[in-house]
Every structure is written in C-alpha cells, then in structure tokens.
C-alpha cells in the first residue's frame, strides 16, 4: 500500500560546516509526518532518508527509538553508505483505533559530532471491508424445530470495518430466513413439519456505502423436536363374554394410533384388579382366572381405564375406557347312563332294529327337552341312527369288507344329547359296536377247464383252480381232489391251499387226451357255523406235442430201370407214418443223388436223365440213395432215413422217344474262408534276402540253362483217344516216338499206354474239367 506522503516535501535542515577533521553531519531526504494505513502489511516500507559524514572515511552511526514503545518498526536498515530505509517489522498490527500515531527519532554520530531527527507516523483507518468467515468444515448450525419465530439464531463478525453504513442481506432471498443488523433470524412464522430435519444453506452479503463488500457462508439445521402424536379413535369400547370360558380366554384387543406404532405400550391403569390382564406389547386383554358368576357375582360389569404410551416419550399418552359385561351360562350338559355303550353283534342283525335305549337327564335346566342324534362322525357313515333316546341299526352290518377289516371290525359312532338351555349344552355319549362274523357264502369256482402239454415235466404248474369266496377273510379256501378217472390219480396234484395244478406222471397225448376231475373247495375260518364247501368238475386237456419220430414200411428198397425210363414214372412211393397227428410229414434225398440223377416229389422218387454218353461222364450204374423223413417244418423235429437202392442198366438209345425236362438241382454254396498273414521284416533283412535271392535264381537259371543245353528231344503229349474196340471207352494216351530222318511233313507213329486215365468229370467247385484214372485215382487237369 503505498504512503501517504510526497518525496518532494522535504523539510531542508541546516547543516553546519566544521573542520573535516571533526566529522560533521550531512542529512537530507528526512521526512517529518508519514501517513500509514492500518491495514498496511508487514514489511512495507514506511520511508527512506540520507546521512552522512563530510569526512568520507567515517561512517555515521543511526539509532532508533519509538514512542509509544512497540515492536513494529524495523531498525533502519542501510540501502548505500549513506541511504537509510525505515519499515513496518514482521509482527506489525497496526490498528488506527488503538494507536493513530508514532513517534521515531533518529540519533546519528559523526566522530564527536551528534544530532537528532524526528519522524512522525500517522496511522489512519483503511476502507477496506473483510468478514470473518467459518471453517469449511464446520457442523451445521443446528436449531430446534419449535424455536420462537423471529429469534436471533447468527451474528456475523467483521475484522475490519470502514467509517461508511453497512447493509446486511441474503443472498438467496427466497428462503425463510430474516436477516438484519443483529444477524440472521428465525422465520416470522416459525418453521414447519416439512423443514423439521432439512439443512438451509445460504450466503450473508455486508455491503458499505463505498460499494466494498464481504460475503459469510452459512448452513442452518433444523432439529425435530418430538409431538405428542398417541391417540385413540374412540373414547370407550365394550365386549360381553361368557363366563366360565376358562384362563387366558383373549376378551378384546385395544389399538391407538401414533407416528410408530411399534414403540407403543398399554397398561390397564384402574382398577386394580387380578382378574383380568393386558398384554403391553398388543393391547389384548384377557382373564387371568375363570370366571365364575356365582362365586363373584360383581364380575357381571367391570370398567377398565386402559392406557397406551410411547415407550420412548412417555408422557405421550392417551386413555380409552373398556366395558366388559359378563353373561351367565349354561354350563353342565346332560347326564346319561351308561356314558359309553359297548356291545357286539353279528353282521346278520336286521336293519331297523334297536340296540339300546339312552337314559339322559339335566340337572341345571330342570326337566327341559332333550335332543338326541347322531354324531356326523360315523364309522362307517350311516350305520346307525336315533329314535328318540333309542339306538337303531340304519344299515347292513358289513363285516366281508377292507373297510371293516382296517377298523377291525368295529364300528364307531357318538349320540349328541343337547339341553334346551342357554346356550344350549351337549353330552357326547361314544357307541362301539363289534360285529362278528357270519359264514354267509360257499366257495365258487373260476375256471374249470385248463390245458397242458404232453411232454410237461414233473412237478410243471400249468394251471389255478383257485375260487372265491366273499366271507371275509376273503379266498381263504382248501382245496382237494376228491375224484378222479381210472388212471389218473397219479398224473396230478393241487395245492392245498394256492390251489395251483401240478403234473405229477408223464402224460401222452396219444394215449389219453383229457382228463376229468373233481375238486372239492372248502371255506375255512369263516365264522361259528362251520365251513361250506363246493365241488368243481375240471377238465383238463393234453396238448399234442411232436415227440415221436416218423416211420416208415419199409424202410428199404430195390429197384432195377433203364437208363431211359421216362422222368414222370416214379420209381418208389415211400410209405412212412408218424404218431403224431399234428405231425407233416416231409422227404427229402440227403445222399447218394450223384450228379442229380432223382428227386423226389411228395413221398414218391422219379428219375432225371442219365448220362452214359462214351464222349461225356458215367454215371453210376448203381445208386444208393438215402430218403430223409422229418415230422415238422420248426422245432422241434424228428426225423428217420429210408434207404432205396436203384440199379440203372444203360441203354443203346442215344434219344429217348419222349421229351422230357431236365431238373437242375442246384449246388449249396461253397464258403471259403481265407486267412492272410504278413510278416514285416526289418530293411536290413530285406536288403539281404533280396540279393541272395537274385543270386539263387542266376544260379538256377544257368542250371536250367545248362540241361536244356544236354536234354535230347523228348516225347509230345498227344489228345486223349478212345479205344472202342472193347466196349469199355476207356481212353489212352497217344505219344510220339522220335524216328531218324524224317522229315517236317512225316506222321509220327502212335503208342498205346493202356489203363492210364478212363474217365472225365467237372470240378463242382471251380467248374474246371479233370481226366481220371478210376483204378488208380490219379487226376490230370484238362
């Protein structure tokens, strides 16, 4: 801030001239009044002045004092030789309020020569306005809910303040706060229910006339203060009960209403009675002991003042008034003997007959009318019912049921015998009737025809003979065989008591196919009347089954033909039976068909045609074929093998007169199973075999080369030729005997190897022709 003082008023001292040895004083630049504002911050300088000695070599010493004494002016501090500069210290406060103006006086000191310097510093108000503000982080300033409208609740605080007028306002002026001179104030009206709990936050503006201004921020939270909000909706409440309803009966429920329910208590605050009791935490009044008019007969009314309380605020409380009448009533029922009927019956007693007649009274009503009826409750429902005080049967007493049997047999009812008085009391008298069991029902059969197979084993179940009978408990019969047939006493046997068919002896349909037998069905443990009993009569049937193999008369036979006997004349019809009558009967040639020379159609064998052709195949002149017979075409199945033996003479005629068609019979087929095995040897190996390999075959190879080189011409294969000179067309071999000179066009002589190959046949297999030798079984490819 700068001084109030210019340089160019400078007050002129007169200086004094003395010998230079002496060391006069030279001074100028000193000002005499200074004006400094309060508000001037440490370290500025105040002002600057000149001293010095005429005698260059000797430099002046300066002292301060002040007046009043104080701390806030530094010691002249020297800027040159001769210039000297004069400022507020570190710790300078000035304040124009307190001290306007100090004195400082400069003594300086040349050698001998001395002198004085007076400077006055004028300390004058500052124009500048500064509020004292609040930390930042500062609570809120809280104030109550209910606090008097218009209270002072802030005074702002300034640190400096000017001469002019200050005005004070908020800056947000539509909140509900008052502000004047004495600070911020609390609504005119006084704060509301909504802004209890709310925090206001706003900003103090302080303006001067001189337009200078500070602003104070403020937040002000208002506290809730607690109302008295318990209440009742009615003023009073009234209930009757009856008496003698026993301890702890709940009577009425009392609720008030308040902000929270849950912090409310109740308490019954006159009269002091033992008899009744509120709950604190739900207000439900109840009787602590039975209430009995005639030992208390001022139980009839009673007035109960029932207080509920906030448990926080206690002093917030509200009271209801609670009638309670107490009603006599009626409380002995009627008296009935005996209390509890118990009898037992059998299940055929009749409907609508009496069991018992009920002696009831009532001793509290005098002679009022009694009702008597039956307990909805019944077990089973409807089974008895009331006539005045007597007990009737209303249904059938089933005892042959499920039902009875889980209620082991007992049936359960009550009589309901009510008084005529108020209210209305009722005696339950309980009724247990047993029924016992009457044999009603004989035995009846379920099936009496069954079957079994022929062939069924010993001990086979192949059938239940089992009845019913509806006496409970229910199918409990015995079971025998009381007759039989001549015979068949032994061949089956039933259970005693599962009534299950077993086989005993071996049966044969073809023998005896049915079986007839009485068994005998008897109840037991159905009741004092002793059992009942009833015959059945079964039949039981022998299944045919295929166990006899078939046979056949003869079973061997002879037979002579030509070789061109026609293909529709059979030569034997098979007569073959089986004793089985289900039994079908099928023929087939299973051996000896060489080449496929018969068949067979039905049970008779035909022929097919033979080959006796001297360029071709023989075929037997004799064959023995094997017929196989099978009973059935599934299993199981028997079979037997007749055998027919045919002798075939072969005949000139190369043609038969008659057409006739070939029957190919057709060859099964062949499987062939072929395995193949590798071996993976190491490369060295290989490499090893292969050129001992070629080695072996160069060495090989100039063998063969070697004797083909010494081998003389051999002898040539010839064809096959026939010799038919002697009816046999046995076949020979023709060969080539080498002769000298002879030339390319000459024709060599033959020779004859007899008894080498006399037959030619085709592989069945391959389809490949092969030349025989049937004397000696060597074979030769064609």
């Known amino acids: 801030m700068g001084l109030g003082w210019p340089l160019s008023l400078l007050l002129v001292f007169a200086t004094c001239v003395t010998d230079p040895a002496t060391g006069a004083i030279v001074s100028g630049d000193i000002p005499g009044t200074v004006e400094v504002e309060d508000s001037t911050a440490p370290g500025t300088t105040v002002a600057n002045f000149t001293v010095k000695c005429t005698n260059s070599s000797i430099t002046p010493r300066v002292n301060q004092s002040v007046s009043p004494v104080t701390s806030f002016f530094n010691p002249p501090n020297i800027l040159s030789p001769s210039i000297y500069q004069v400022s507020l210290s570190p710790s300078a406060a000035l304040d124009a309020k307190q001290v306007n103006q100090y004195v400082l006086t400069y003594s300086a000191q040349c050698a001998t020569e001395f002198d004085e310097y007076l400077l006055f510093i004028k300390v004058i108000p500052a124009k500048k306005l500064e509020c004292n503000t609040l930390p930042a982080d500062i609570a809120p300033l809280q104030v109550p809910e209910d606090i008097t409208p218009g209270t002072l609740i802030y005074t702002p605080v300034l640190k400096r303040t000017g001469t002019s007028t200050l005005n004070y306002a908020l800056e947000n002026s539509s909140l509900p706060f008052q502000m004047s001179r004495e600070g911020v104030h609390a609504p005119a009206t006084g704060f509301s229910r909504e802004q209890a709990g709310k925090i206001f936050s706003m900003v103090i503006v302080i303006t001067s006339t001189d337009g200078i201004s500070c602003h104070i921020p403020l937040s002000v939270q208002v506290m809730p203060v607690y109302h008295n909000q318990v209440n009742f909706t009615e003023s009073s409440v009234a209930k009757t009960i009856l008496e003698s309803a026993g301890p702890l009966q709940e009577i009425i429920q009392v609720r008030a209403n308040a902000e929270n329910v849950g912090n409310l208590l109740y308490q019954i605050i006159s009269p002091n009675t033992n ?122 007493l089933d005892y042959d049921s499920e039902v009875m049997a889980s209620l082991a047999f007992q049936y359960r009812a009550a009589i309901l015998v009510s008084d005529s008085g108020s209210p209305p009391q009722t005696t339950r008298v309980p009724v247990l009737v047993t029924v016992s069991p009457v044999n009603e029902y004989s035995p ?288 020979y071999i023709v060969a080539e005997v080498p002769g000298k000179g002879k030339g390319a066009n000459e024709v060599p002589s033959l020779v004859w190897h007899p008894l080498q190959f006399d037959g030619r046949a085709q592989d069945p297999v391959t389809g490949q022709y092969y030349l025989f030798d049937s004397s000696t079984g060597a074979r030769r490819w064609v």
């Open 275 to 396: 008899y009744f009791t509120i709950i604190p935490d739900t207000g439900m009044i109840m009787n602590t002991y039975n209430l009995d008019l005639k030992r208390n007969p001022g139980l009839a009314e009673t007035q109960l003042l029932v207080k509920a309380y906030n448990k926080l605020h206690p002093s917030d409380f509200a009271t209801i008034m609670v009638n309670i009448t107490v009603k006599q009533q009626n409380l002995e029922g009627p008296l009935c003997s005996p209390g509890v009927f118990v009898t037992g019956i059998p299940e055929t007693f009749s409907i609508g007959s009496p069991l018992w007649s009920l002696s009831c009274s009532d001793r509290e009503n005098g002679n009022s009318t009694l009702h008597y009826q039956m307990e909805d409750a019944q077990s089973p429902r409807y089974s008895f019912r009331m006539e005045g005080p007597n007990l009737l049967v209303n249904t059938t």
């Open 444 to 731: 009846q059969c379920l099936q009496r025809s069954f079957s079994v197979r022929e062939d069924a084993g010993f001990g086979d179940i192949f059938g239940n003979a089992s009845g019913i009978d509806r006496d409970y408990p229910f199918n409990n019969i015995e079971y025998n065989i009381l007759g039989e047939e001549t015979g068949s006493s032994t061949m089956f046997y039933i259970g005693r008591c599962t009534g299950l068919l077993h086989v005993l002896g071996p049966l044969d349909y073809e023998k005896v196919k049915a079986y007839h037998l009485a068994i005998s069905l008897k109840d037991i443990d159905n009741g004092a009347e002793g059992p009942r009993s009833t015959l059945c009569n079964i039949t039981i049937n022998v299944q045919d089954v295929n166990d006899n193999p078939p046979v056949c008369d003869p079973s061997f036979y002879e037979r002579s033909i030509y070789s061109t006997q026609a293909q529709s004349l059979s030569l034997v019809q098979l007569v073959c039976s089986d004793l089985d009558v289900t039994s079908e009967l099928t023929y087939n040639i299973v051996g000896g068909n060489i080449n496929g020379r018969f068949r067979m159609e039905g049970n008779r064998l035909f022929p097919n045609t033979f080959s006796y052709n001297p360029d071709g195949i023989f075929d037997p002149l004799t064959f023995k074929l094997l017929v196989e017979v099978t009973d059935s075409r599934s299993t199981p199945w028997f079979s037997t093998t007749a055998i027919v033996l045919v002798h075939v003479t072969p005949w000139t005629t190369t043609v038969p007169t008659t057409t006739t068609s070939t029957t190919t019979v057709p060859k099964e087929p062949i499987i062939l199973h072929k395995t193949k095995e590798y071996w993976a040897p190491d490369p060295w190996f290989v490499v090893v075999i292969t050129l001992t390999g070629v080695l072996l075959l160069s060495a090989l190879g100039l063998l063969y080369w070697r004797l083909c080189w010494r081998k003389a011409p051999g002898i040539m294969s010839q064809p096959l030729l026939q010799n038919k000179a002697n009816g046999l067309q046995r076949n």
